[in-house]
């Protein structure tokens, strides 16, 4: 397997909002949320693979 950056490469979809970034976070919650939802009415997607970690896996208040 390559970089994280070359993961399915050529057969998986990414979110509009795959590589946003808010300071040290991955972009605004709603914006991930939406390209989540986005993809459940879409008959070719099969699976949802997420990640999480560092600071930004859990949100503080």
Same mark, same amino acid.
């Not at 300071?23 to 991955?26: E, K, Q, R, S, V």
């Given at each position: 397997m390559g970089s994280g950056s070359d993961f399915g490469r050529g057969w998986a979809k990414t979110g509009e909002h795959v590589l946003d970034q808010r *300071?040290?976070?991955?972009g605004h919650d709603a914006d991930r949320l939406?390209?989540?939802?986005? *993809?459940?009415?879409?008959?070719?997607i099969r699976a949802a693979i997420t990640t999480?970690? *560092?600071? *930004?896996?859990?949100?503080?208040?």
């Open positions: *300071g040290y976070l991955a939406a390209d989540l939802n986005a *993809g459940f009415p879409d008959p070719e999480r970690g *560092g600071a *930004g896996g859990l949100p503080h208040p």
